[in-house]
């Protein structure tokens, strides 16, 4: 946004700067989301008895499925790095090929919503297991 108030700034007294301001402006917005901006789902689908992991960028669109009765839970991993502790929530997978940590996010953040989201998911599991299924 910068960038683009300078070349508005600077469009009656430099015309071809101001221009390539702008467009330097926009170029760096554009690739800065085409690198940063993810969508990530996790689905939790009882009936079709399946675990879905979604993530979508400009770059590209994956897709990790696991079997429902393979979800151990979830987990808050921390990387200590510097003076504060960073989080994110994962994962557990207890069966199949797959069997290991998965983390739902490729980054780490500050705050509580690594702590919120393996809290819900943990909720969910138990729910899950002390109703019985629906025909």
Do not use: K
Request: one cysteine or more.
């Amino acid at each position: 946004m910068t960038f683009l108030g300078i070349g508005l700034a600077n469009l009656g007294a430099q015309p071809g700067m101001a221009l390539a301001f702008m467009l330097g402006g926009l170029g760096v917005g554009v690739g800065f989301n085409m690198i940063f901006i993810r969508r990530t789902q996790l689905i939790l689908d009882r009936p079709r008895n399946l675990v879905e992991l979604r993530r979508r960028s400009w770059l590209g669109y994956s897709v990790l499925s696991w079997s429902l009765e393979h979800l151990g839970g979830a987990v808050v991993e921390t990387s200590h790095s510097g003076d504060t502790d960073t989080h994110r929530a994962a994962l557990v997978i207890r069966g199949g090929m797959d069997a290991g940590t998965h983390p739902i996010t490729s980054v780490y953040s500050s705050g509580r919503g690594a702590r919120r989201a393996v809290d819900a998911i943990n909720d969910w599991c138990a729910a899950l297991d002390s109703s019985p299924p629906t025909p």
